[in-house]
């Protein structure tokens, strides 16, 4: 349980760091709705929803035996009749989450990889942290570093946030970058979008195993790529 929370904490603040990413990317395409609604923030209370943000993870966790879960944060709102490129606006905008889960990704990569020939974090205490994520083992109680568990942790919920997201499924971000290379009516995207949430949760409990073997494998690449493990 311990790994549990700490995994859904750090989801939760990736995910309001990609819901903030989404009204930047608005607000630079000249759409300040977000702005206006005092979504601009990092403050937890203005992003936490009690379903997306609590419920949907126990649910999916519990829900696929423990091989897949997520959350999400208060979508921020945007108008994309207000962004000054109508056709990519709201693709720009789409992708600028899963971009900032990425680059919080590289970053903390980066670090950690500093850390590991520095020796701050042994390299053999990163392999083994990374074999016991994806395995579900114990990360707190495993005795290892305790800046390789939350690093590690961070890396991993960031790609897997950055890469579920880029499904092109509605509501996730994937959808609205297909939207904007697609010929669709408007009043067809927003059916799709509307309805789209419970498909979504019944597409992500059927083929979680290949969703969730598809990111692990993007995963390792990313790890072997900027770990060189």
Do not use: C
Not at 161 to 183: H, R
């Amino acid at each position: 349980m311990p790994d549990l929370i700490l995994l859904i904490i750090v989801l939760i603040m990736s995910a309001i760091m990609h819901e903030v990413s989404h009204g930047l990317a608005a607000l630079w395409l000249g759409d300040p709705t977000a702005k206006y609604a005092g979504r601009l923030t990092l403050n937890p209370l203005s992003h936490l929803d009690p379903f997306g943000s609590f419920l949907m993870p126990l649910l999916l966790f519990f829900g696929t035996g423990g091989r897949f879960f997520f959350a999400s944060a208060k979508p921020v709102p945007y108008n994309p009749y207000n962004l000054r490129d109508q056709q990519y606006g709201p693709a720009i905008v789409g992708a600028a989450g899963p971009l900032s889960n990425i680059i919080i990704a590289l970053v903390f990569g980066i670090f950690l990889r500093i850390f590991m020939l520095s020796g701050l974090v042994p390299t053999g205490d990163a392999i083994t942290l990374i074999g016991n994520i994806f395995s579900g083992q114990s990360l707190l109680g495993s005795g290892l570093s305790g800046i390789g568990i939350l690093f590690i942790t961070i890396i991993y919920i960031n790609i897997l946030l950055a890469f579920f997201n880029l499904i092109p499924f509605p509501p996730l971000d994937g959808s609205k970058i297909l939207f904007a290379v697609l010929p669709m009516r408007e009043e067809t995207k927003l059916r799709l979008e509307r309805g789209g949430f419970i498909f979504l949760l019944i597409f992500i409990v059927i083929f979680s195993g290949p969703i969730f073997t598809l990111i692990r494998f993007i995963e390792l690449v990313f790890f072997k790529l900027i770990l060189g493990i």
